[in-house]
């Protein structure tokens, strides 16, 4: 279960992302985010959902909606994976778990959990999608971005 209910405001966080610029999700308000946690960069699971996220991220851009991933790994863990991959979207590095622990979204390994949350312009969550295999998370989006419903 996440921190944060289906109608709440997401928890504010900042970080580092994977080319080393600060991030803050507040500065994302004005558009919808699809903010998914993520297990481990560069594992099979995480790489075929960022390249999930990678093959659809020009309907994203073109629909105005940001995707922004998380991982506890290292910056340099992150900025390997998207080298690896060519992730246009940033990658925010939560090695202090912090950001995992404020949605309550760390796994008894002391990784995160596999966890995507639908934000609409206002920062307000709309929907948050659970599951171990990395396919459902890029298809619900897709169907979100499909119905033309706010993220």
Do not use: N, W
């Amino acid at each position: 279960m996440t921190v944060v209910a289906v109608g709440e405001v997401a928890p504010d966080f900042s970080g580092v992302t994977a080319d080393g610029s600060p991030f803050v999700l507040s500065s994302q308000r004005g558009r919808p985010v699809v903010l998914y946690f993520y297990p481990k960069a560069s594992s099979p699971g995480c790489t075929s959902e960022a390249r999930g996220f990678i093959e659809h991220y020009d309907d994203f851009a073109r629909a105005g909606v940001a995707v922004v991933g998380v991982s506890v790994d290292t910056v340099d863990a992150q900025r390997r994976f998207q080298e690896k991959c060519g992730i246009p979207f940033p990658l925010v590095a939560d090695h202090d778990r912090s950001i995992a622990r404020a949605y309550r979204v760390l796994g008894m390994l002391g990784m995160a959990k596999r966890v995507t949350l639908f934000l609409d312009s206002e920062g307000c969550v709309r929907e948050i999608h659970e599951g171990l295999l990395p396919g459902p998370h890029v298809r619900r989006a897709l169907e979100r971005l499909a119905s033309s419903r706010p993220m």
